[in-house]
């Protein structure tokens, strides 16, 4: 499975951004799909999840009420719909494929290359 984030870019806080993550090379809604972020001299951080079918969506505290997960298994497409936009969110966030819904990376099998948000205050 092949992934391609997109839709990262400069936001001022307060704002939203849509990222976008296309797969290819795979069954899409066999895959549980996760978002995770990487911010600079930091660890690698669950940000959000949602289940092969759609039906489950799971996030980090931090990120709940402001960040929404989506996928269009039609479009081999999963979506991090991110409002309200803090300072803190500033990472390259990745988009990951896996058999099993988790918010542990090494449970996701395949990854996208990564795409820069960056929040200014």
């Known amino acids: 499975v092949q992934l391609q984030a997109s839709g990262g870019g400069l936001v001022q806080a307060g704002g939203s951004l849509r990222l976008s993550c296309a797969a290819s090379?795979?069954?899409?809604?066999?895959?549980?799909m996760g978002w995770f972020r990487q911010a600079p001299g930091q660890e690698r951080e669950f940000v959000s999840a949602?289940?092969?079918?759609?039906?489950?969506?799971y996030y980090v505290d931090s990120v709940k009420g402001r960040f929404a997960i989506s996928r269009g298994n039609a479009k081999n497409t999963v979506y991090l719909q991110m409002n309200n936009l803090e300072s803190e969110d500033t990472a390259i966030y990745y988009c990951?494929?896996?058999?099993?819904?988790?918010?542990?990376?090494?449970?996701?099998?395949?990854w996208g290359q990564g795409t820069q948000v960056t929040v200014s205050s």
């Open positions: 990951a494929a896996g058999l099993v819904t988790s918010r542990n990376h090494p449970n996701y099998s395949f």
């Open positions: 090379g795979g069954t899409f809604s066999n895959y549980a």
């Open positions: 949602i289940s092969a079918s759609g039906g489950h969506t």
